[in-house]
């Protein structure tokens, strides 16, 4: 008998690593395709995914087109929490279960938050340039206790979020359609509108899902209620940030500045309007890059392609209705 075969697309992983033993010691025949692999090889992904079953998805776009040509595919386990990179209703229609990886790179990504926030109150990369340059600027910052932080999505992740800058003395407010009130009051947490957050807070920060009602969801109106010493800090999806209205805010210095570890097209373009910005921090969409995050990233993967090409329902899916 054939051994079923998995395509691993996540940049990250490699041969012989944890995920790769994990698939192969569950039978499987593992190939390894990333995007920088099929660039030197000249391979397209409507190529790669043919004669597959199960692919571990890093964040290629895998669109009705290569979905229709993975004609053996019944799983995705996508390496992150995010899945709009997948068509799921093509995948649904095909009875191809497409399972994220929540809650594996929660810690991570709020340390790297944490992080940005930290970085924008010290004015940390304007000292480094300074010294860097032969200045000796000791501009003053401020201290996050004390400040109020504002939390547009209280997930997973925003939840971390908040219990660290709770931890730090802050004023935690948050947004969020589905609010967990035992949460928010457990841990000082007040539920408030997204326009109220906007004007009260200090720091913004974002944890959304990409969907059709949270594109651009921060854009010039959204900017222009927050108050002009605030911060806005993205590290969610870089499509829930209009980023000519951010530039544009910036520029004029109607906020104090953001940092943005997410944005619409990744690399960052050369000629993008963020780059540049002396009140703007970017960084390489790495919330989630830490060594920890990503092995408990790919085993999830891995096990859910094993679930369900074992005939197991996987824990985590997210189309609607499946069932094995």
């Not at 409507?46 to 199960?54: I, L, S, Y």
């Not at 947490?189 to 913004?204: A, H, Q, T």
């Not at 949270?214 to 927050?226: E, R, S």
């Amino acid at each position: 008998m054939t051994a079923q075969r998995v395509l691993v697309t996540t940049a990250w992983l490699r041969p012989d690593d944890q995920v790769d033993r994990l698939l192969r010691d569950a039978g499987f025949e593992v190939v390894h395709s990333s995007s920088k692999d099929r660039e030197n090889t000249g391979e397209s992904l409507v190529e790669a995914v043919k004669g597959v079953d199960g692919i571990v998805a890093g964040t290629d776009a895998f669109t009705r087109e290569v979905i229709t040509a993975a004609e053996d595919l019944k799983v995705f386990g996508r390496t992150g929490a995010g899945y709009d990179n997948i068509d799921v209703a093509a995948a649904t229609e095909r009875g191809i279960a497409v399972c994220p990886t929540p809650g594996a790179n929660r810690r991570s990504v709020a340390e790297h938050v944490l992080a940005l926030m930290l970085n924008c109150a010290r004015l940390i990369p304007q000292n480094l340039k300074s010294v860097q340059e032969g200045g000796w600027d000791q501009a003053g910052g401020r201290e996050l206790e004390g400040a109020t932080l504002g939390i547009v999505g209280l997930g997973s992740i925003g939840k971390l979020v908040a219990r660290l800058g709770g931890a730090l003395g802050m004023d935690v407010l948050a947004f969020d359609a589905d609010l967990d009130h035992a949460f928010a009051e457990r841990h000082g947490v007040r539920g408030v509108g997204l326009e109220e957050l906007l004007r009260r807070s200090d720091f913004v920060s974002l944890h959304l899902l990409l969907d059709g009602s949270t594109h651009h969801l921060i854009d010039a109106a959204a900017l222009a209620l927050m108050k002009p010493s605030a911060y806005l800090i993205n590290t969610a999806r870089g499509g829930v940030v209009d980023e000519d209205a951010l530039a544009d805010a910036l520029e004029r210095g109607a906020l104090a500045g953001a940092a943005l570890d997410v944005v619409e097209v990744e690399p960052l373009p050369a000629g993008s309007r963020l780059r540049g910005l002396d009140n703007l921090i970017v960084t390489a969409h790495i919330g989630a890059a830490t060594r920890e995050s990503r092995a408990r990233s790919g085993a999830m993967a891995a096990r859910a392609v094993i679930d369900v090409l074992n005939g197991r329902t996987p824990e985590f899916v997210v189309n609607p209705g499946y069932a094995r």
